[in-house]
């Protein structure tokens, strides 16, 4: 039987597939948001997060952060500007509102078209200077998924996330985080993370799992994992991968319902 889910259902599949194994993980989303007339000015905080954009000169007088109704994950609330030049807008940032450190895990970044940028750069901050070095991003979340940032270390303990591009149009939403972390070397590796890969359609009777581990995993297996399945069935087919990263693939998905990948 093919996999025929509804909306709520699939959005279970997805949020239910990432379960943070090393600590408790928190995702800001902007579903209670129903004013969608208006900005929140430059600076807006969600969920314990402060949402910032750096006008440039020439922004629209008066423009700053709005919110939209169909057009973040799964088509639900999302953030964007009311800019309407050209190049008005260039960064984003993202920090606790409390202004603490973070472990910066995944995000939704979809481009809103009317020739604005598809792509940009995203950087890790801490006490004011760079992590690491800028990461490219594309910006096409309703195509290919979150953009996930759980195997990178430049992003363990960080005060700030900055999101730059020529020309800023995008929608963002589903913004997960957790406590900064600090692998040490006489630790065993540990599940920084466990992601569904890709929107699989609502038909799907297969799916893949990606697991993140904060350093290199030996002897990983499917023995390793417990799938737990509500209102549908499914199975443990596959594993693959080396090294810090891993893939899981689960198949032989039946019935409506939600399923979710756990390390055991």
């Not at 500007?81 to 606790?96: E, F």
């Not at 995944?106 to 809103?112: A, K």
């Not at 499917?222 to 893939?247: E, K, M, P, R, V």
């Amino acid at each position: 039987m093919k996999l025929f889910l509804k909306n709520s259902l699939l959005i279970a599949l997805l949020l239910l597939s990432y379960l943070p194994v090393k600590a408790q993980t928190t995702t800001v989303t902007f579903n209670e948001i129903t004013n969608y007339l208006g900005t929140f000015g430059e600076t807006y905080d969600n969920g314990g997060l402060r949402f910032s954009v750096t006008k440039e000169p020439n922004a629209t007088l008066n423009s700053g952060i709005k919110a939209t109704e169909n057009d973040g994950f799964l088509g639900s609330v999302a953030l964007n500007d009311s800019n309407l030049a050209p190049n008005g807008i260039k960064q984003w940032s993202i920090r606790k509102s409390d202004g603490s450190s973070f472990q910066f895990i995944s995000i939704f970044l979809q481009e809103g078209g009317v020739g604005a940028s598809t792509s940009g750069t995203i950087s890790a901050f801490k006490g004011g200077s760079q992590v690491g070095s800028s990461k490219s991003i594309d910006f096409n979340s309703a195509s290919n998924g979150l953009k996930t940032f759980d195997n990178d270390p430049d992003f363990y303990d960080v005060d700030e996330i900055r999101i730059n591009a020529d020309d800023i149009y995008f929608f963002l939403d589903h913004v997960s985080t957790g406590p900064p972390f600090s692998p040490l070397d006489e630790d065993p590796p540990v599940v920084t993370g466990i992601s569904l890969n890709g929107v699989p359609a609502t038909t799907a009777e297969s799916v893949t799992f990606t697991v993140n581990f904060s350093k290199t995993a030996l002897n990983v297996s499917l023995d390793d994992f417990l799938l737990t399945t509500a209102g549908t069935t499914a199975s443990l087919a596959a594993i693959s991968g080396t090294g810090n990263s891993y893939q899981v693939t689960v198949d032989a998905i039946s019935g409506e319902g939600s399923i979710r990948l756990d390390l055991k």
